[in-house]
């Protein structure tokens, strides 16, 4: 069952009598009825009444009612108003423009804007390369969506995917100092996101694609990279496949195995499951094993896409075939990124010692982490309740912090490859264990380690913008 948290957060405004057993009263109803008081406030107090804020957490909006209406029905409280806390965060987006240069005098307009600025552009139209060092180009991304495969919800289309590619844009900002902005696309036309991407590129330094449904992100991807001179960086895929394949070479470590020794399956061959499958296959596990909805991925099943061809021919080196359950039977390492509750306690209890299980589905993994310890050695979840939190973003701000900072103008699996190594690593062997095998979200040395290593496989360092066409006039100090 589902417990209280801040996602369903709620402030009461209460008029209640002035009592001393009032607050007991108050707190009682909340507990009662299953929520978690987070905050009392005293707005004001006078002879007849006191105004009460009570805040709490709650399990979902109906949960909220119920506790709503326990606080309610007390003897002389009234519940005033009901504020979400969620909501209120929302108010008017999470992030904003500001201006980086004062604007107070004459002479800071005609620096900033006209007649300077002219100046500028006439440069960057000499040697159009100086965009990535005269403008916002520099330090800014665009994080793309058509809303098609939102986390959780699904084609939920581009004005409700906006809040989620708002908090994708603060992440970036808080974890990296990218400045990042959502282009929500009204269109799910491959043709017309690609161009649409094309036209918008000048401005951004990378391109962020965000929840595309499977299969069109693949290709929407490929034909990009192929355009585009800067970094096209699906997140679902390659931000996900990162922090996946951090996690099991640490948890590998944790059992003492070898990646060439283990059995991997991969439920879930969409677009986060492919790229792991891939990313993996670079570190030559002695198998991989594909499962979706329709069984075992193998050569010869019928009606297979384009992507579950390639699949097929990257995995199941023994030629399996059969449901998620006979995939099991036998393997060290289970990685889903499917759908809850299709794993059972006693599907991990036929795997091989010390199994390994990242059950990474939300808001509800494949199988409950609690049971899946019963017969694995190390358990990871999506979620953040629970240890081992596997998290794009201890992935993406950092990635794109070093592609920045490196000016790179594409990326490569080495990239990927070199990011998850170090992301690994951050975890020191003295605190590595079965329930610390990433580092925080928080922990301000993963965003410096992989944005190095992505700078270094990008060439090794920071490439000048106008190459030997760079006039000494630009040569400026920068921070």
Request: glycine share 8%; with cysteine.
């Amino acid at each position: 069952m589902a417990v209280p948290g801040p996602g369903y957060s709620i402030t009461m405004r209460i008029s209640a009598p002035p009592s001393a057993t009032t607050a007991g009263d108050l707190t009682g109803a909340v507990g009662r009825a299953g929520g978690v008081i987070t905050g009392f406030d005293v707005v004001e107090s006078a002879a007849g009444q006191m105004v009460v804020d009570l805040s709490c957490n709650a399990q979902s909006e109906e949960h909220a009612e119920k506790i709503t209406d326990a606080v309610d029905a007390l003897p002389g409280v009234d519940v005033r108003k009901v504020s979400d806390r969620t909501f209120l965060v929302h108010l008017g987006g999470k992030i904003e423009v500001t201006s980086k240069v004062p604007l107070r005098t004459r002479d800071d307009l005609s620096r900033a804007y006209t007649p300077g600025v002219a100046r500028v552009c006439q440069a960057i139209a000499k040697n159009p390369d100086d965009a990535r060092r005269l403008t916002i180009k520099r330090n800014t991304i665009a994080v793309v969506t058509d809303g098609t495969a939102v986390l959780g919800l699904g084609n939920i289309g581009p004005a409700a995917a906006l809040p989620v590619m708002e908090g994708k844009a603060a992440l970036f900002k808080k974890f990296a100092n990218v400045d990042a902005w959502p282009v929500c696309l009204d269109t799910t036309d491959t043709e017309e996101i690609i161009r649409t991407v094309e036209v918008l590129a000048p401005v951004y330094g990378g391109i962020n694609l965000e929840d595309i449904s499977a299969p069109r992100c693949f290709e929407i991807e490929a034909r990009l990279r192929e355009k585009l001179d800067i970094p096209v960086f699906h997140d679902d895929q390659h931000g996900t496949a990162i922090v996946a394949t951090a996690a099991l070479r640490n948890a590998l470590r944790v059992v003492g195995k070898q990646m060439s020794e283990v059995t991997i399956v991969v439920s879930g061959v969409g677009a986060a499951g492919s790229a792991i499958i891939r990313l993996l296959g670079h570190s030559n596990p002695k198998n991989i094993i594909a499962v979706d909805i329709d069984g075992i991925v193998h050569p010869s099943r019928p009606g297979m896409d384009p992507n579950l061809v390639d699949i097929a021919g990257l995995t199941n080196a023994t030629g399996m075939t059969g449901k998620l359950a006979d995939a099991v039977v036998g393997a060290d390492v289970f990685i889903g990124v499917s759908a809850p509750n299709i794993l059972k306690a006693e599907n991990v209890a036929t795997m091989n010692s010390d199994a390994i299980v990242f059950a990474l589905a939300n808001p509800d993994p494949e199988i409950d982490p609690i049971e899946a310890q019963r017969y694995a050695a190390v358990v990871a979840t999506g979620r953040s309740d629970f240890p081992n939190q596997i998290n794009n973003v201890l992935a993406f701000p950092a990635v794109f912090r070093g592609l920045l900072d490196g000016q790179a103008t594409e990326i490569t699996d080495q990239m990927l490859l070199a990011a998850a190594e170090a992301l690994a690593d951050v975890v020191a062997p003295d605190q590595l264990n079965s329930s610390y095998i990433v580092p925080s979200v928080f922990d301000e040395k993963v965003v410096p380690a992989v944005a190095r290593a992505i700078v270094s496989a990008a060439g090794g360092g920071p490439r000048t913008g106008g190459g030997a066409k760079e006039s000494a006039l630009y040569s400026v100090v920068e921070s």
